[in-house]
Nanobody, 118 residues
Framework: VQLQASGGGLVQPGGSLRLSCAAP????????MGWYRQAPGKQRELVAR???????NHADSVKGRFTISRDSAKNSVYLQMNSLKPEDTAVYYC?????????????WGQGTQVTVSS
């Protein structure tokens, strides 16, 4: 499964970006999809996720600023990022997963760089 992420770039503090993640088929074939990020020297962390039933979770650090959404007709998930801060600078990865009898299988996009700087 190849997820295609796009939408990163350079933005000034306070600006906005929207990340897109396109799946090769129906997004409902996954139990959930989400966005993770990894800053230099730090571990990858969950930013936001959306479950197949539509429930969403957002990390405390982005609540009120980032919103995850989906468009099933386009087999895509989005991350709208507003009021960006320098600490949001990271490589953002799209993720999708399916539960298995032994745990879960994760699929990843290629990563897209988000840089917040003046």
């Amino acid at each position: 499964v190849q997820l295609q992420a796009s939408g990163g770039g350079l933005v000034q503090p306070g600006g906005s970006l929207r990340l897109s993640c396109a799946a090769p088929g129906s997004i409902f074939s996954f139990n959930g999809m989400g966005w993770y990020r990894q800053a230099p020297g730090k571990q990858r962390e969950l930013v936001a996720r959306i479950f197949s039933g539509g429930i969403t979770n957002h990390a405390d650090s982005v609540k009120g600023r980032f919103t995850i959404s989906r468009d099933s007709a386009k087999n895509s998930v989005y991350l709208q990022m507003n009021s960006l801060k320098p600490e949001d600078t990271a490589v953002y990865y799209c993720n999708a997963y399916v539960r298995t009898t032994t745990g879960r299988t994760d699929y990843w996009g290629q990563g897209t760089q988000v840089t917040v700087s003046s």
